[in-house]
């Protein structure tokens, strides 16, 4: 039956298709301008830093005293030298791992599951904007655990804290690796379950294989090390303990970041899009 | 509110033709059957007018959700057109962000942010300039009503407040058609006119036309133009409310509330129990206007009269329009 006229109920049925309809004016209605890249990311990371202080705060305290908690523990097996730097800087980029992979993981898969997708989904607003807005926010709210943990953890082990600068780049590159994996994995996950089980899994894994010396890792760890992109967080930062670091190495590393970061936000960006019209 | 006769020399904003969704069925697991597949919309065609306000009535699960996430471009019909202010929304269903605002059901992607926040940041993401979004978020949050509570997280609101906070974010960027989900869920009455206030000066000034999506029968006679009847998927019946009123227009509707068991043993009693639909101690008649008296005068006297704790007498509401048209009675809020 059709909806197109009241005769339809008292039984005159029209020919489905007769009335045809007529669009204002005859053209299509104007378009509304779309939101620019820019000032959306820029909406979207305000909105995203202002729910910290809602809801995240006592989980940046978590993550800042897991780190400081492990290092204290491990000061009782590791006395200075190669290990002590490995345990600062593992324990540092954790702070990142447990923010940007774990609770964004955490944040799309709650959002995905709840439909609140639906809310960014009806605005003109370009799928990265969204991605990029949040991904930017967690790792921001990594800033003062990480610097907090590095500082906390070069006075413990006696590390020189000329060079925790480094931190300039490592908390935005790592940042962007880890938090565009969290966001990918959070929207790709097709449950809100898995989506928090994967977080949990990567930020053990950025844990145990960071944290942990390399040096007597078997193999097959030795490699999951290497594809795991904290690693590559930790080991820049861990070099510019040295007195005379390579910064070639350094920049390397961070290099490894960038890219992990740039391929893991556009898959994010992807699932975004997939995830939102279904 | 004004008649759909206004609108109907109107050009079409809103154009739906033979509509089609239909959801996979679940595989079935150990101990659970498979389900049936289910077509969520049933070839379906709609014309909504320039300045109405265009009801969908029905129950949980007949489908109205689903009808709007496919005219708002959230979701991908299997078969049939869209067609939104003169754009194929089937093939281009990007463009109803920049044609609709719409305010859906749920609300966690802004519970975590204040009252302002939520509509400066959904008008930002509309496309509005910084100081724009501002100041329009000023004007709708002191146009609802919401000024005071402007910096409260969304989340420490109650229901009624956190939705009319969500359609505060609704309402900034301006958009020639609204499609509003559910939108006075748990709102008090004062909330309620506050939101039906905003809509009609935004018909009035603007000509905007509005898509609620609603299963209460109250409002739904009260504020909308006209109405579609939806039950599983398909649309059952289309008019103005006092148009399908008209449908039942020779009935009436009494509603017997019992004090403890019904006196079974008056005859006249025990012939209506076979018409009524019976709620607990309630009893709801459909009634010829005669059958309708004559029921009346045998409660009201002798000894059914002493069993008898309330009745109503009343002319037919939507509900009954859809319940004549065989719809399922349960899901249908009144009030």
Same mark, same amino acid.
């Given at each position: 039956?059709?909806?197109?006229?009241?005769?339809?109920?008292?039984?005159?049925?029209?020919?489905?298709?007769?009335?045809?309809?007529?669009?204002?004016?005859?053209?299509?209605? #104007?378009?509304?301008?779309?939101?620019?890249?820019?000032?959306?990311?820029?909406?979207?990371?305000?909105?995203?830093?202002?729910?910290?202080?809602?809801?995240?705060?006592? =989980?940046?305290?978590?993550?800042?005293?897991?780190?400081?908690?492990?290092?204290?523990?491990?000061?009782?097996?590791?006395?200075?030298?190669?290990?002590?730097?490995? *345990?600062?800087?593992?324990?540092?980029?954790?702070?990142?791992?447990?923010?940007?992979?774990?609770?964004?993981?955490?944040?799309?898969?709650?959002?995905?599951?709840?439909?609140?997708?639906?809310?960014?989904?009806?605005? #003109? *607003?370009?799928?990265?904007?969204?991605?990029?807005?949040?991904?930017?926010?967690?790792?921001?709210?990594?800033?003062?655990?990480?610097?907090?943990?590095?500082?906390?953890?070069?006075?413990?082990?006696?590390?020189?804290?000329?060079?925790?600068?480094?931190?300039?780049?490592?908390? #935005?590159?790592?940042?962007?690796?880890?938090?565009?994996?969290?966001?990918?994995?959070?929207?790709?996950?097709?449950?809100?379950?898995?989506?928090?089980? =994967?977080?949990?899994?990567?930020?053990?894994?950025?844990?145990?294989?960071?944290?942990?010396?390399?040096?007597?890792?078997?193999?097959?760890?030795?490699?999951?090390?290497?594809?795991? #992109?904290?690693?590559?967080?930790?080991?820049?930062?861990?070099?510019?303990?040295?007195?005379?670091?390579?910064?070639?190495?350094?920049?390397?590393?961070?290099?490894?970041?960038?890219?992990?970061?740039?391929?893991?936000?556009?898959?994010?960006?992807?699932?975004?899009?997939?995830?939102?019209?279904? | 509110?004004?008649?759909?006769?206004?609108?109907?020399?109107?050009? /079409?904003?809103?154009?739906?033709?033979?509509?089609?969704?239909?959801?996979?069925?679940?595989?079935?697991?150990?101990?659970?059957?498979? %389900?049936?597949?289910?077509?969520?919309?049933?070839?379906?065609?709609?014309?909504?007018?320039?300045?109405?306000?265009?009801?969908?009535?029905?129950?949980?699960?007949?489908?109205?959700?689903?009808?709007?996430?496919? @005219?708002?471009?959230?979701?991908?019909?299997?078969?049939?057109?869209?067609?939104?202010?003169?754009? %194929?929304?089937?093939?281009?269903?990007?463009? +109803?962000?920049?044609?609709?605002?719409?305010?859906?059901?749920?609300?966690?992607?802004?519970?975590?942010?204040?009252?302002?926040? !939520?509509?400066?940041?959904?008008?930002?993401?509309?496309?509005?300039?910084?100081?724009? $979004?501002?100041?329009?978020?000023?004007?709708? @949050?002191?146009?609802?009503?919401?000024?005071?509570?402007?910096?409260?997280?969304?989340?420490?609101?109650?229901?009624?407040?956190?939705?009319?906070?969500?359609?505060? !974010?609704?309402?900034?960027?301006?958009?020639?058609? @609204? /499609?509003? %989900?559910?939108?006075?869920?748990?709102?008090?009455? /004062? $909330?309620?006119?506050?939101?039906?206030?905003?809509?009609?000066?935004?018909?009035?000034?603007?000509?905007?036309?509005?898509?609620?999506?609603?299963?209460?029968?109250?409002?739904?006679?009260?504020?909308?133009?006209?109405?579609?009847?939806?039950?599983?998927?398909?649309?059952?019946?289309?008019?103005?409310?006092?148009?399908?009123?008209?449908?039942?227009?020779?009935?009436?509707?009494?509603?017997?509330?019992?004090?403890?068991?019904?006196?079974?043993? /008056?005859?006249?009693? +025990?012939?209506?129990?076979?018409?009524?639909?019976?709620?607990?101690?309630?009893?709801? @008649?459909?009634?010829?206007?005669?059958?309708?008296?004559?029921?009346?005068?045998?409660?009201?006297?002798?000894?059914?009269?002493?069993?008898?704790?309330?009745?109503?007498? !009343?002319?037919?509401?939507?509900?009954?329009?859809?319940?004549?048209?065989?719809?399922?009675?349960?899901?249908?809020?009144?009030?």
């Amino acid at each position: 039956m059709s909806a197109v006229s009241a005769e339809a109920v008292s039984g005159k049925v029209r020919e489905r298709g007769a009335v045809r309809p007529r669009p204002v004016g005859g053209e299509p209605a #104007p378009l509304a301008p779309r939101a620019r890249l820019l000032p959306a990311l820029s909406a979207v990371y305000r909105a995203q830093l202002s729910r910290a202080r809602v809801a995240r705060i006592p =989980l940046l305290f978590v993550a800042t005293f897991q780190s400081v908690g492990i290092m204290i523990l491990m000061r009782g097996v590791v006395d200075g030298g190669d290990e002590a730097r490995a *345990v600062v800087a593992g324990s540092s980029v954790l702070v990142v791992a447990f923010v940007a992979l774990n609770l964004l993981a955490q944040y799309f898969g709650q959002l995905r599951a709840s439909g609140g997708l639906d809310h960014y989904a009806t605005l #003109p *607003v370009p799928p990265a904007a969204v991605v990029l807005g949040a991904a930017g926010a967690y790792a921001s709210f990594t800033v003062p655990g990480t610097a907090v943990t590095a500082i906390v953890g070069s006075v413990l082990f006696k590390l020189p804290l000329a060079h925790l600068w480094v931190l300039a780049g490592v908390i #935005p590159l790592a940042g962007a690796a880890l938090a565009g994996l969290g966001a990918a994995l959070g929207l790709l996950a097709p449950r809100q379950e898995l989506a928090t089980l =994967l977080g949990q899994l990567g930020m053990s894994a950025a844990l145990l294989l960071g944290v942990l010396p390399a040096s007597h890792m078997p193999a097959p760890i030795a490699l999951a090390r290497d594809l795991l #992109p904290s690693t590559y967080g930790v080991e820049a930062f861990a070099r510019s303990f040295d007195t005379h670091p390579d910064w070639l190495r350094v920049a390397a590393d961070l290099g490894v970041c960038a890219g992990v970061g740039v391929v893991s936000l556009a898959v994010a960006t992807w699932a975004y899009r997939r995830a939102a019209v279904r | 509110m004004k008649q759909a006769a206004g609108h109907a020399g109107e050009p /079409v904003v809103c154009s739906v033709r033979g509509l089609v969704k239909t959801y996979a069925a679940a595989r079935g697991r150990r101990g659970r059957p498979a %389900d049936q597949e289910i077509r969520a919309s049933d070839r379906i065609d709609l014309d909504v007018h320039r300045g109405e306000i265009f009801g969908l009535l029905g129950p949980n699960g007949a489908g109205k959700t689903t009808l709007v996430r496919q @005219l708002t471009g959230l979701l991908r019909p299997d078969a049939g057109s869209v067609e939104l202010l003169g754009h %194929d929304l089937v093939r281009y269903p990007d463009r +109803a962000a920049r044609l609709v605002g719409y305010l859906g059901q749920q609300s966690s992607a802004l519970d975590e942010l204040t009252v302002a926040l !939520a509509a400066e940041t959904t008008g930002r993401l509309r496309g509005l300039g910084l100081r724009e $979004a501002r100041a329009e978020r000023d004007a709708v @949050l002191d146009e609802l009503g919401l000024t005071a509570l402007a910096g409260r997280p969304l989340k420490k609101l109650s229901g009624g407040q956190r939705r009319l906070a969500c359609f505060a !974010a609704t309402l900034v960027g301006d958009r020639p058609l @609204l /499609v509003l %989900d559910e939108p006075t869920t748990g709102m008090d009455p /004062v $909330a309620r006119r506050a939101v039906w206030a905003a809509v009609d000066r935004r018909r009035a000034e603007r000509g905007a036309t509005v898509l609620l999506v609603t299963h209460n029968v109250i409002e739904a006679e009260t504020v909308l133009d006209r109405v579609a009847v939806l039950e599983r998927g398909r649309i059952i019946a289309c008019d103005t409310p006092a148009g399908l009123k008209e449908l039942v227009a020779d009935e009436v509707r009494l509603d017997l509330v019992w004090r403890d068991a019904p006196p079974l043993d /008056v005859p006249e009693v +025990a012939a209506l129990r076979d018409i009524a639909a019976e709620t607990g101690r309630r009893w709801s @008649l459909r009634l010829g206007h005669a059958e309708a008296r004559a029921a009346v005068a045998a409660v009201t006297g002798g000894p059914a009269f002493a069993a008898l704790d309330d009745f109503t007498l !009343a002319t037919p509401s939507l509900e009954d329009v859809y319940l004549a048209l065989g719809g399922r009675a349960e899901g249908l809020v009144k009030g």
